[in-house]
Every structure is written in structure tokens, then in C-alpha cells.
């Protein structure tokens, strides 16, 4: 399976993945740029006082038609504030930021993730919050599970958080209970190795859909033993450590526990999970509702096994709203992004589309019916209770470049068009350049 995220921004080339729930929203479509701007980059003004705001976001006509909602919210509430959209899937957004945003002119707002920020502040092309939550425009007070923190990097406040998920195993409830398998929070890697035999010799399929490519669950594993996938500036492994974890996952194909990646490509854009393939998929939580749509069964959401029982090295991801260095209305900015984070219509709205909303007012505010989102709901919750979660590891600059490659070459790897050796060895002679600068 590959992996997204936010948590998401893998999260688009996952959206082709999978998710059990429809609230939780997969779609990545990307909002708009389209009003005129000044040579200095930033929104538009008009005689009579009206600033016209250009924001940006990934995902889909779904996630679209939400966010256009709580954009007429927001102008009947702030009538001298207009808002200009544009939105386009997760790879052609960024193609199309990187092209304003080296012309000087990136949109005023825009949806961001935790692989950019050091990407985009060693360009000058993020504008620090900081000054605008000093100046009482905007709150980071009422965050869940410190997510408030989410955004800060070297100080500087250059996001702030929209919807919250973290990594999930989803199953195939009725392929488990044939199989025996009854996961619980603390399970451990030998569980998880012997629950794969389970299901192959029990249920008739592969246990999972695979770890070539889910390089965030990866770097859980990573952080269950004292490392981290990242560190501040550069890779927290070493290539003997990919290494061990491909030729895993490499034994896995081979001795069925896991999907065979051919058949994976084969039936794209469905999951493996929902195709029958196999019978769990390790994803983002939010990401649930795909499964239920795609496929016949029912799906639940298990624990991420661990190495000792006890330390799972789960955070809380989140998609997160950003603002241009450039923009010439910086309050109104401040403002429009304070109103889609803490509004509780906002979240009436959005449901659970960008993840479990981040503030607890927006939380409160939607309280989901459908067994998938309460689902979700429960799952994070439960995260919380148990004590698991951690700090996100910081993301250095080229982090972006650094994932998208280890998704590539995983594919590759699977596919068996790379040896584990090649693989590891073209992945660390990527990454070196992408995180010299």
C-alpha cells in the first residue's frame, strides 16, 4: 500500500488508497487562485475597502463544495473580505505553487503539510503567524492533543492545524474473525507476523497489503526504536536499517503474507483491502471511508503493532493552513484562517473531510452518526486515552522530494524492477541530494 499524509500529502497519491469512511474524506483537490494581483504578490483591494483573499487547496469536487460553504460563511460574517478559490488534485497543486511561488506570487492561504514547511520558509514564501495571534487576529488557544504546536517550526508559527488523524491499521472484520486475529492496542510485530499466517492459511488471502511503500508507517516503527524516519536536517536511519525493513517486507510478497504488488498495481485505483487482496491496510484513520464505497465488506480500525508493547510512535498528523510572506492583507488572512479553524458551522460542514477537526470547539460541534466516522472518532480518542501519542518529528527541507522518492522506488522494489540492495542504494544517494538544499 502506499501512504499519504498527512498525513494526506502522501495523502493524495493515497487517496487512491483507501479509508473507510466518506466523512473522513480522502479527496484532494486543491483551492484557488484567481484574482488579480499586485506585483508584490498577495490579495486585491477595491475602493470601497473590500480585500479579496486568493486561497488554495488540494483535493476534490466534494471536498470543494464544502469548503465553498463555509466560504459563504465566512463573507457573510466578514462582508468586506472575499474570498477567490481554486482547487486541483494533491500533485498538480503543488506544480502550480511552485510556479507562483518562485514568481513571486503565491496565493495569500493556502492548504499545506508538514513535508513543506521548512521547504517553503527557506524560501521566504510562508508568513509567520505569530505577529497576527500577538495582535489578537487569530487564536491558537482550544487545540486538541497539542496540536496548536503542529505549525511551529524554529519558533515561527507557519500553520496552523485544520483536521487531525493519525496512522491506522484497517481490517476486513470478517477476514479476521475466520483468521482468529483479534488485534489489541500494545500487540506487538510477532503478533502482527503471526496474524499474517492466520489469515493466509485460514481466510484464503494475504494478510496485508504490504510495507514497501508506507513510509510513514515506517518511520513509526523507526520512532518505536529510538529513531525517527526524519530528523530537524536530514534522515534519521541508516541505509543498513531500510535495509532490514525491505527485505521484510521483500519476504513477505514472497511467501504470501502480503499482497503481491503486481496484482496490487493491477487493480488500481481500488485498494488491495477492498479488492479482496488482502486483509488489512495500514493508512491514515481518515482515510476509512474509501473501503466501505470501494468494497463489499465490513472494515474496522485496529492498533499499530509495536516493539514493545507499549511505545506505538503515533502522532496526530493534520492538514494545516498557511499564509504568503507577500500577502498585503495579512490581518484578513489571520482572520479567515482563525474562522475556518474554531467556527463550529465550519465543522458542521466539513465533517470529518480534512480529518478530525483540530479545535475542541469544532470537535464538539460535529458529532457524527455513521459508524465509520464515529469509527474514527473512537479511534482517536482512544489514542488519546491510552497515553500513545507523541510529538511529530520535524520535517527538514527536501522532505517532500525525500518522500516522494521512497514511494517511487518502494513501487519499483515491489515490482521487482530493483533489487533491496538497489533500492536502498539509489533512495540514500536521492535523499543526499534533495536534503543538501
Known amino acids: 500500500m502506499q501512504q499519504s499524509g498527512n498525513s494526506e500529502g502522501r495523502v493524495a497519491r493515497q487517496a487512491g488508497r483507501r479509508t473507510v469512511l466518506k466523512a473522513a474524506g480522502a479527496s484532494l ?42 466560504i459563504a460563511l465566512f463573507e457573510k460574517k466578514y462582508p ?27 496565493p495569500d492561504v ?28 487569530l487564536s491558537m488557544d482550544g487545540f486538541r492533543a497539542g496540536l496548536e504546536k503542529f505549525g511551529e517550526v524554529d519558533g515561527k508559527l507557519l500553520g496552523v492545524p485544520v483536521g487531525s488523524n493519525s496512522l ?22 510477532d503478533d502482527f507476523d503471526d496474524a499474517m499466517v492466520s489469515i493466509r ?22 520512532r518505536q526504536n529510538g529513531k525517527a524516519f526524519f530528523t530537524e536536517d536530514g534522515l534519521g536511519f541508516t541505509e543498513a536499517d531500510l535495509t532490514r525493513w525491505w527485505t521484510k517486507a521483500e519476504k513477505g510478497v514472497r511467501t504470501g503474507l502480503f499482497a503481491d504488488p503486481k496484482k496490487v498495481a493491477q487493480i488500481k485505483p481500488k485498494s488491495a483491502l477492498s479488492a479482496e487482496l488482502a486483509g488489512s491496510e495500514f493508512t491514515w484513520d481518515n ?10 465488506s465490513e472494515y474496522g480500525l ?38 475556518m479553524v474554531h467556527d463550529p458551522e465550519v465543522a458542521k460542514i466539513m465533517g470529518y473531510d480534512r480529518g478530525v477537526p483540530t479545535t475542541q470547539a469544532q470537535y464538539d460541534a460535529y458529532q457524527p452518526t455513521d459508524p465509520v466516522n464515529k469509527a474514527i472518532a473512537a479511534y482517536e480518542e482512544s489514542l488519546v486515552e491510552a497515553g500513545v501519542l507523541e510529538p511529530i518529528t520535524p520535517h527538514p527541507n527536501g522532505a517532500d522530494i525525500c518522500e516522494a522518492a521512497f514511494l517511487r522506488i518502494a513501487e519499483e522494489l515491489g515490482l521487482g524492477k530493483r533489487s533491496v540492495a538497489d533500492a536502498v542504494k539509489q533512495f540514500f544517494t536521492e535523499s543526499k541530494t534533495a536534503l543538501a538544499g
Open 29 to 70: 483537490a486543491v483551492a484557488g487562485l484567481g484574482a488579480t494581483a499586485t506585483a508584490c504578490g498577495g490579495g486585491s483591494g477595491s475602493g470601497d475597502g473590500t480585500v479579496t483573499l486568493r486561497y488554495s487547496w488540494w483535493g476534490a469536487e466534494d471536498r470543494a463544495e464544502r469548503i465553498n460553504k463555509t
Open 80 to 106: 468586506k473580505i472575499k474570498i477567490k478559490t481554486d482547487f486541483q488534485p494533491y500533485p498538480d497543486f503543488w506544480k502550480k505553487f511552485n510556479t507562483q511561488a518562485s514568481g513571486g506570487n503565491p
Open 110 to 137: 493556502f492548504q499545506n503539510a508538514i513535508g513543506f514547511l521548512r521547504k517553503y520558509d527557506a524560501k521566504n514564501v510562508l508568513l509567520d503567524l505569530s505577529g497576527q495571534v500577538k495582535a489578537g487576529n
Open 168 to 189: 491506522a491499521l484497517v481490517i476486513d472484520k470478517p477476514v479476521y474473525t475466520r483468521a482468529g486475529v483479534k488485534p489489541e492496542q500494545g500487540w506487538t510485530w
Open 201 to 222: 492459511d485460514k481466510a484464503g488471502r494475504a494478510g496485508d497489503s504490504g510495507m514497501y511503500g508506507v513510509m510513514y508507517l515506517y518511520d513509526l516503527y523507526l
Open 287 to 296: 482515510f476509512t471511508v474509501r473501503y466501505t464505497s470501494e468494497g463489499k
Open 302 to 339: 485496529a492498533p499499530i503493532p509495536t516493539t514493545d508493547g507499549k511505545k506505538t510512535g503515533q502522532y496526530l498528523g493534520s492538514l494545516m493552513l498557511s499564509a504568503s510572506r507577500r500577502t498585503q492583507h495579512p490581518k484578513e488572512v489571520a482572520q479567515f484562517i482563525d474562522f
